[in-house]
């Protein structure tokens, strides 16, 4: 069984930036990929970014792309999505997600019913 905690949403106003951490618990941290989804009020749920067992590899969604960056500390079961230059549509609760495969998660494909999501964490961008 693998357990996600989200942490670090908050309130900040556009332009500024957050950091997101994810720790997982469970099976090994570094069988999986890992990545980030999020949900707007009303909307459904979109991908963020992805980044493989490793960390060499990342995945963005266009709508993010040189704004977002996300890490992982297979040390530390630890994914990061460091969030700049925020706006008010980034505004939605952030998921962590991890799956086992990578080509599934970075196009955005893993099931919300699959095993390995977390509660998530809002964000709120005032503009």
């Known amino acids: 069984q693998v357990q996600l905690v989200e942490s670090g949403g908050g309130l900040v106003q556009a332009g500024g930036s957050l950091r997101l951490s994810c720790v997982r618990s469970?099976?090994?941290?570094?069988?999986?990929?890992m990545g980030w989804f999020r949900q707007a009020p009303g909307k459904e749920r979109e991908f963020v970014g992805a980044?493989?067992?490793?960390?060499?590899?990342?995945y963005y969604a266009d709508s993010v792309k040189g704004r977002f960056t996300i890490s992982r500390d297979n040390a530390k079961n630890t994914v990061y999505l460091q969030m700049n230059s925020l706006k008010a549509e980034d505004t939605a609760v952030y998921y962590c997600?991890?799956?086992?495969?990578?080509?599934?998660?970075?196009?955005?494909?893993?099931?919300?019913?699959?095993?390995?999501w977390g509660q998530g964490t809002q964000v709120i961008v005032s503009s």
């Open positions: 980044i493989s067992v490793s960390g060499t590899n990342t």
């Open positions: 997600v991890a799956d086992t495969n990578l080509w599934r998660l970075s196009n955005g494909l893993t099931s919300s019913h699959s095993c390995c």
């Open positions: 469970g099976r090994t941290f570094s069988d999986y990929g």
